[in-house]
């Protein structure tokens, strides 16, 4: 199966600068790589996903970028505001249409 | 408003008693998926189903259960043989193709008291 690696587990940064969350993955054929938002007590939400035939995708103050011969993949979130602050879980595609997730990152933004 | 909804929110289970999670989507997606939630452990597949009257283990089925007879509903029964239930539960959907996103319900909690 796959295996999503995802780090730091505790990222804090100051409101304005921006944070930056890495994953890597085994499984080689992985080419859909999602990463989601999830708030205290609620289920997690997608903020932005990325195939294979790109390296990068944006969306407004998020970005994800890919590196496929590493099999890395990273996300972005400039100009850090307070409601920013959540888990953020990485995933990548393998098998029969599942999603492996990474263990989560808690991102704290320090007013 | 399409979405997926579990219920309840919260659960409580004397050790012994099997329980069963609702998950219920009005989205007309094919693919549904449970998975458990604990501290630091990120999200474990524990069953998924692609189509109506089929399903698979995930990683961490021992002492779970499901059905899918209609395409809305994937119900999860946690049984006695699980030992450690208690966790936060999520159920989630996807379209039946590929590399697309998975909608999440806001998750049941289930304790074992």
Redesign the interface.
């Given at each position: 199966?796959e295996n999503v690696e995802?780090h730091p587990?505790t990222l804090s940064v100051q409101e304005g600068d921006s944070a930056v969350i890495k994953c890597t993955y085994s499984d080689s054929a992985s080419?859909?790589f999602?990463w989601?938002k999830q708030e205290l007590?609620?289920?997690?939400?997608?903020i932005i996903?990325i195939?294979s035939n790109v390296g990068e995708k944006k969306d407004q103050r998020i970005a994800v970028t890919l590196n496929k011969t590493a099999k890395h993949f990273s996300l972005h979130i400039t100009e850090t505001q307070p409601e920013d602050s959540a888990v953020y879980?990485c995933a990548a595609?393998y098998g029969?249409?599942?999603?492996?997730?990474?263990?989560?990152n808690q991102v704290v933004v320090i007013p | 408003d399409g979405g997926i909804t579990?219920s309840p929110k919260y659960l409580f289970r004397k050790e012994g008693q099997n329980v069963t999670l609702s998950c219920e989507q009005n989205l007309n997606h094919d693919?549904m998926?449970w998975?458990r939630q604990d501290p630091?452990?990120?999200?474990?597949?524990i069953y998924?189903s692609?189509i109506v009257n089929d399903f698979?283990k995930?990683?961490i089925a021992e002492g779970y259960s499901v059905s899918r007879e209609k395409k809305e509903s994937f119900p999860l029964t946690v049984t006695s043989a699980q030992k450690n239930p208690t966790a936060f539960y999520?159920c989630?959907s996807?379209p039946?193709q590929?590399?697309?996103?998975?909608?999440?319900?806001?998750?049941t909690?289930l304790t074992v008291v």
């Open positions: 199966g995802q587990s080419n859909y999602p989601y007590g609620k289920g997690p939400q997608l996903d195939r879980f595609s029969n249409n599942r999603l492996a997730f990474g263990k989560g | 579990q693919a998926y998975y630091g452990q990120g999200l474990r597949l998924y692609q698979q995930g990683d999520l989630a996807r039946g590929m590399n697309t996103e998975a909608f999440f319900g806001q998750g909690r």
